[in-house]
């Protein structure tokens, strides 16, 4: 994390975070990403690097529940703590905006991904079939009470 600072998103990031979104989920659609990363009702936050922005998470919020949309690293900058910092943001902010627990989808094969939930405390709650195409897979379901945030790796 060394000379990275996370902080909420901007309208100048997002043209680099559309990048970064089509770079590491292919498939993606520039006009829908944009919509979703200026959507009102979700909140993204931006790590960044000598100005540059090296990774994002947002999530959505509805009433006490919120549900986090995505997470992304560059390549270059994975395994320093940065999706750490950007998940606990994340969490920290749903709870300041009254959310009682935060709930994400998962690919069964992402195991990066679900070492990381997993980490700062999230449990799976369930399972659903071929939720995705390309290649057709199996969500994992996790969600994390926000009664009390923690970080079990800081805890530990
Ligand atoms: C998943 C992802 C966001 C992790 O980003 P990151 O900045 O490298 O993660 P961090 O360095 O903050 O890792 C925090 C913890 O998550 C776990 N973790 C992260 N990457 C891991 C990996 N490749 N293998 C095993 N555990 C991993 C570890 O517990 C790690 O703690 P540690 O480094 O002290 O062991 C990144 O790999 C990425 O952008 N992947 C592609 C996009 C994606 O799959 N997003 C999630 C969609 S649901």
């Given at each position: 994390m060394n000379g990275v600072t996370v902080a909420p998103l901007s309208m100048q990031d997002v043209p680099a975070a559309i990048a970064l979104s089509l770079a590491v989920f292919?498939?993606?659609g520039e006009t829908s990403l944009r919509a979703c990363f200026t959507r009102e009702c979700n909140r993204f936050f931006a790590a960044t690097a000598d100005g540059v922005l090296v990774g994002f998470g947002g999530y959505s919020i509805a009433a006490d529940q919120a549900d986090v949309i995505d997470v992304a690293v560059s390549p270059a900058f994975r395994r320093q703590g940065i999706a750490r910092a950007l998940m606990q943001a994340v969490l920290a902010d749903a709870q300041a905006q009254g959310a009682e627990s935060i709930f994400l989808e998962v690919r069964a094969s992402n195991a990066p991904a679900s070492a990381l939930y997993t980490a700062l405390g999230f449990t799976m709650c369930g399972v659903r079939k071929?939720?995705?195409?390309?290649?057709r897979e199996d969500a994992v379901l996790m969600t994390h009470s926000l009664g009390a945030v923690s970080d079990k790796s800081v805890e530990e």
């Open positions: 292919p498939g993606g071929n939720y995705y195409k390309n290649p």
